[in-house]
Nanobody, 127 residues
């Protein structure tokens, strides 16, 4: 069982920045597919950013150029740097992980691609 713990959420004004962290207990962290998702009230959970074993990334069109996903294999930690935040970025943010084998080839962007989830961290952006 892999545990994921998010932190770094909070309330900011539009144009501000936040850095989310996701600490994991994954033994072979480097081999996992990893992603960030968000869910606003009344909306479905959507992919924000994902990264594979080689560091290849994928972003939702709505966050391209503003958000950056990264990981520290030595610390078993996933990050999401969010800049130029907008009110529409307000949501609960979740990190997710799944082990598909020795390596994760290609970032996975669907919630159904993941089986381990954190508890979420709230991000609120005011105008």
């Amino acid at each position: 069982q892999v545990q994921l713990v998010e932190s770094g959420g909070g309330s900011v004004q539009a144009g501000g920045s936040l850095r989310l962290s996701c600490a994991t207990s994954a033994y072979t962290f480097r081999s996992y597919c990893l992603g960030w998702f968000r869910q606003a009230p009344g909306k479905e959970r959507e992919g924000v950013a994902a990264v594979d074993s080689d560091g290849l990334t994928r972003y939702a069109d709505s966050v391209k150029g503003r958000f950056t996903i990264s990981k520290d294999n030595a610390k078993n930690t996933l990050y999401l740097q969010m800049s130029s935040l907008r009110p529409e970025d307000t949501a609960m943010y979740y990190c997710a992980a799944r082990w598909y084998g020795r390596v994760c080839k290609g970032p996975r962007f669907s919630p159904s691609d993941y089986n381990y989830w954190g508890q979420g961290t709230q991000v609120t952006v005011s105008s």
